[in-house]
């Protein structure tokens, strides 16, 4: 199972760090995905994490505000935003597979996601 916390209300300009923290299994060799998706809008992919850190299928959206990290021994995954714009307002999720297709097709195993609201 994944979770993401971390979520808020934050104002134009801030800093948010988001997690994603799995139980039930370790994560270490899987691909590690954040997604968003606003209100009336479809799920964007914001980035890949690699077992070994690097970053794949970065948006370009978010390139140079948005930075992706992972803890392999404590089977976590990390997301911190700067910068956070009004059109940043979403919910977070974070995604987990083996498969770097099946992330980029929206597969894998999913936490519940986590709202994040940006104000002007």
């Known amino acids: 199972q994944l979770k993401e916390s971390g979520g808020g209300l934050v104002q134009a300009g801030d800093s948010l760090k988001l997690s994603c923290t799995a139980s039930?299994?370790?994560?270490?060799?899987?691909?590690i995905g954040w997604f968003r998706q606003a209100p009336g809008k479809a799920r964007v992919l914001l980035g890949i994490?690699?077992?070994?850190?690097?970053?794949?299928d970065y948006a370009d959206s978010v390139k140079g505000r948005f930075t992706f990290s992972r803890d392999n021994a404590r089977n976590t995954a990390s997301l911190q935003m700067n910068s956070l714009k009004p059109e940043d307002t979403a919910v977070y999720y974070c995604?987990?597979?083996?498969?770097?297709?099946?992330?980029?097709?929206?597969?894998?195993?999913w936490g519940q996601g986590t709202q994040v609201t940006v104000s002007s």
């Open positions: 039930g299994g370790a994560i270490g060799s899987y691909y």
């Open positions: 994490i690699r077992a070994n850190s690097e970053v794949t």
């Open positions: 995604a987990a597979d083996v498969n770097l297709l099946f992330i980029r097709g929206g597969g894998g195993y």
